[in-house]
């Protein structure tokens, strides 16, 4: 293409005073600039981001083939507890094993339920821990007396939480850990382990603790598996532009899911406390934390939010209460820290495999993975290889001329 054509040629039209060139560029720059920015609110927007995300039904086959999975390893390990003591699958000891696996199921059943909703709480270690010293200080009183003023306390505090992220829209896993960071204050008040004064045992009603927790984690998963329900309760997932407003659609899912999670850390608190043979020791609480959030992304939670499998977290819950069991009766001594970062670690991978597999697949003739050809900018390469300078005469702004040119 010649440089002499009318698209590079300088015309009468067009300015030779510098100052005005300059702000015509700028004029023209600045509309380009928010040309960009309407087609990339347009293409980036969380309801339409939702609207293409959610296109059809998850494909559930990824969470059933990756749930046979959890489930052959929880049966290994209680194959590896029986070969080790047969009596630890028996009562008396299956109900402490029954009731520490409501503990850490309740734990998993929060977490899950938080990275459904695109607000993990990172606060559910130490809301459990917490939960745990006020029992073994206060459970003298009594089983209802002790809990209903954790209960009262941890509610508000969620609220005031989901409050702040819907307020200031700032992302969930931080304001929970700024939460938790406050919450670690008043479990580290105390100088010295704290003996449990109350009588309630928990082992007596092992079966409907543990019952009830794996009704609530097979229906939870079964009705995230209803497509208005799921996308209702993942509006706060990451889509488009992570920092714009997602509106006040998402206040009553957010607020409901941090109240949840944190009723039940308490319940996990207060169950571990008076299932506890020994005093309950001041920490930060954060291992269960890790674990909690660990075995919910095992169990085929996806760490984005919203996607989710059936019975994973059954399966996951009861396979690392046997691995625990089993490592402590081996003298392992594993700290929960190591346990709480390989959980966490393996949650991380199945979150990949959920992500890339569990989506619905694309219309006929479509690739969803394509870049997105929406913005109003072209890229212009010309063709060196045919261009050409032309040939001008009477020019006065030769570059050779002047200052930068060269000698004759």
Known sequence: MAYDETTFRRTDEQPTDPAAYRANTLAAAEQRRRAEEEAAAVTTSPDLMRAVDDDGRDRLGIHLGWEVVLLLAAAAFGFLLWRLDPSSLKRPALDDLLVNGAAIGLLTLGAGLTLRAGVPNLALGP?????????????????LKAAVPA???????????????????????????????????????????????GQYDPTEQAFFLF??????????????????????????????????RRGGVVALPVILALLLSSVFAVAAGILMSAQSAGPIRPGTGLEWTGIALGLAMLAGTSAYGRRGGIFGTLFAVAGLTLFLDWQARKGFD??????????FGGGLIVTRLVETYGRPLPPAGEDWNAAPTTSTATNWTPDLETWTPATSTGRTDRWDDGPWGSAR
């Open 127 to 143: 809301i459990a821990l917490a939960a745990a010293l006020h029992y073994a200080e206060q459970g003298d009183e009594g089983l």
């Open 151 to 197: 209960l009262i306390i941890a509610a508000a505090g969620a609220v005031a939480i989901g409050l702040l992220i819907l307020v200031l829209h700032v992302p969930g896993w931080a304001a929970t850990l700024a939460a938790a960071f406050g919450v670690i204050v008043y479990d580290q008040l105390r100088n010295a382990p704290v003996a449990v004064q």
């Open 211 to 244: 019952g009830g927790f794996a009704l609530l984690a097979v229906l939870g998963g079964a009705l995230g598996t209803v497509t208005p329900v799921r996308r209702w309760l993942g509006g706060m997932r990451p889509s488009g532009d992570p920092a714009r």
């Open 334 to 343: 594993i700290a929960l820290f190591a346990t709480a970062a390989c959980v």
